[in-house]
């Protein structure tokens, strides 16, 4: 998540530092410590959670914990992560729904910090829960601002209650009234109050804030804070509570490139909880907030739950099972390939899906490099086949090759490695399906540890480090395999680009996918 990036590779290194230590000092924890001091303050984190965290961290560490663990710098990431949890809010809380509906759910929250938008993206995905949710105007001094509502309510598919064009112009509290009496008479479940904003925190603001929560008695306060607000956020968030009094919070833009510290302050200072997290500029751009989650992805230990999640939602689990089939039964081919990667589009951007993989804060230049259009140049090359071709890739001659590439917009030698990186993929995918171990070209047998390290070494005693069998066309044979093998593969599963092949811990993925021991 970009907003901790810059905090995330400050922890990242100081627990790297730490890693290096059979056993810690007094010394080696109070490094540590400053060290996590300083990079939370960077992070604009407000002062009073860095003592309080600092503290906590400090106390655990020097305690018995850690004296007496197998391993005492893992023990001090855990505590780390524990009190990050603790800070972030605990345990995740959802929204609590009215026993007589509609639910009524109302923004607050300074003008600029993402409301309108988010209240799009609550409907929508309330939408896809089963609820038929209502959208109500009641900004009515922002400027365009009731138009803007209802633009994002028509892309999430939603209802809007707008009696009053906006512009300075009608009674935000009377529409708010009257929006929630609408809802009842027109069977929606859930009401969204979209209230008004300011520059910043003043009398007039919370007093009309203040004044529609009286007369729509909302079952949930959410209090929209812009994740790159910085120190002033503890101050907002504090005037809003007094104000209004809020009963949760939603952090919106936590994929902006700010520090990020207000998402660390705010549940610690309120005491309220962090429900939502807004992570980009689409509907769907829109997680439940989980303090566990969000603190391994700080800490750059990933965020597998949520990734599954993602896929879940997007992979139909009939379809993954009939393709795990085909996969076994070697009927793999380029149409199947397809429905994989309209479905892998489905879960949204893939730099946020890899970025929640544990470790890739370390990899943040590969990620920036990796171009998301490339999934849409291989798609282009795949429809530019006829069905025949895609079904079976080996009749694919020069002419067709030529007639792909123009077709698709690329070059032959792009359609020949999306076929050469297929039929590798294909090949490897069959292989772990079956529960075996793939040869991948450059890295030989994933198979027992080091034991291709010492075929290699002995295959290097002989010329060349080539075959030494007595039988020519075989020796042949095999120089000509090894020398395959050493070839630096070029472009990666998708057909396109990269250089790096599947790790072990790629395999292990994709072979728990089939259910494989």
Do not use: C, W
């Not at 960077?42 to 560490?61: N, S």
């Not at 140049?377 to 079976?392: C, L, Q, V, Y």
């Not at 291709?452 to 002995?458: D, F, H, L, N, V």
Request: proline share 4%.
């Amino acid at each position: 998540m970009a907003t901790f990036g810059t905090l995330s590779d400050r922890l990242t290194e100081t627990f790297r530092n730490l890693r290096t230590k059979g056993k810690l000092t007094p010394a080696d924890v109070d490094g540590t410590v400053r060290e996590i001091r300083r990079a939370l303050l960077d992070a604009d984190v407000a002062l009073a959670v860095v003592k309080d965290f600092t503290a906590k961290v400090r106390e655990r560490a020097l305690g018995d914990e850690v004296n007496k663990a197998l391993n005492p710098a893992q023990q001090v990431v855990q505590i780390v992560n524990e009190e990050l949890i603790a800070i972030l809010g605990g345990e995740q809380r959802r929204l609590e729904f009215a026993k007589n509906p509609p639910t009524v759910i109302m923004l607050a929250g300074l003008q600029g910090s993402g409301k309108t938008t988010f209240a799009g993206k609550l409907a929508k995905q309330l939408e896809g829960e089963g609820h038929t949710p209502l959208l109500v105007a009641a900004d009515l001094q922002r400027p365009s601002a009731v138009n803007q509502l209802q633009v994002v309510a028509e892309r999430a598919g939603a209802t809007v209650f707008a009696p009053e064009p906006g512009n300075g112009v009608g009674d935000p509290i009377r529409v708010s009234k009257d929006g929630v009496d609408y809802a009842r008479r027109h069977q929606h479940d859930v009401v969204i109050i979209d209230t008004a904003g300011r520059l910043g925190v003043d009398a007039e603001l919370m007093k009309q804030a203040s004044d529609i929560r009286k007369a729509t008695s909302p079952d949930e306060v959410l209090f929209v804070i812009d994740a790159m607000i910085g120190q002033d956020a503890v101050n907002t968030a504090k005037a809003f509570q007094e104000g209004v009094d809020f009963t949760g919070v939603v952090l919106s833009k936590l994929d902006g490139d700010a520090r990020g510290g207000a998402a660390l302050s705010v549940a610690s200072v309120t005491g309220r909880p962090i429900i939502f997290a807004s992570t980009g500029e689409n509907l769907e751009d829109l997680e439940p907030f989980h303090p566990d989650r969000m603190a391994s992805r700080i800490l750059d230990l990933g965020d597998i739950l949520t990734l599954i999640e993602q896929a879940q939602q997007a992979f139909d689990e009939e379809e993954a099972m009939k393709m795990a089939e085909k996969l076994a039964n070697e009927a793999f081919t380029l149409e199947d390939f397809l429905d994989q990667l309209q479905q892998m589009k489905k879960m949204g951007s893939m730099k946020k899906m890899l970025g929640m993989l544990p470790g890739m804060g370390q990899m943040k230049q590969q990620l920036e490099d990796f171009d998301e259009r490339e999934i849409d140049r291989t798609e282009a090359i795949i429809r530019s086949m006829t069905p025949g071709e895609r079904r079976n890739p080996k009749i694919l001659n020069g002419s067709r090759r030529m007639r792909i590439a123009k077709g698709s917009g690329m070059t032959v030698t792009d359609v020949n490695q999306l076929v050469q990186r297929f039929e590798q993929a294909a090949k490897m995918m069959k292989t772990v399906a079956r529960g075996g171990t793939p040869n991948i070209p450059g890295m030989g047998p994933m198979g027992k540890p080091g034991a291709s390290s010492k075929r290699g070494k002995k295959g290097a005693k002989g010329k060349g480090g080539g075959s030494r069998s007595g039988n020519p066309a075989k020796r042949a044979a095999e120089n000509a395999g090894l020398a395959t093998s050493n070839t630096t593969p070029t472009g990666t599963g998708f057909g396109l680009g990269g250089q790096k092949a599947p790790s072990e811990a790629d395999l292990a993925e994709i072979q728990k996918l089939f259910g494989k021991g």
